[in-house]
Nanobody, 125 residues
């Protein structure tokens, strides 16, 4: 599976951005769709996911209420709407997918098979 992330940029604190991720999948059925981010010197951090079985959405505590993950089944795209951005949201954001996750593993980067190339988000105060 190939993933192509886009939409990053440099914004001010309080602004919004929407990231997109195009996937080379015929269908999203059976695939967990997720976003992670990485700050230099740290491991990738789970941000949000749409779980493959139920379609339920899951978020990191740090972004709950500010970020929203969604998908377009027809376009085969995954989105991350980011509102009320903070300087600590500055990172490289990655989309990821896997068809073998269970609920207890969807926050663990090691269980994902395919990753996008990352898109930089910079939030200045």
């Amino acid at each position: 599976v190939q993933l192509q992330a886009s939409g990053g940029g440099q914004v001010q604190a309080g602004d919004s951005l929407r990231l997109s991720c195009a996937a080379s999948l015929r269908s999203f059925t059976g695939w967990t769709l997720s976003w992670f981010r990485r700050v230099p010197g740290r491991e990738r951090e789970f941000i949000a996911a749409i779980f493959r079985n139920s379609g339920s959405t899951h978020y990191a505590d740090s972004v709950t209420g500010r970020f929203t993950i969604s998908k377009d089944n027809a376009k085969k795209e995954i989105y991350l709407q980011m509102n009320s951005l903070k300087p600590e949201d500055t990172a490289v954001y990655f989309c990821a997918t896997s068809n073998r996750l269970i609920l207890s593993t969807l926050r663990n980067q090691n269980f994902y098979d395919s990753w996008g190339q990352g898109t930089q988000v910079t939030v200045s105060s």
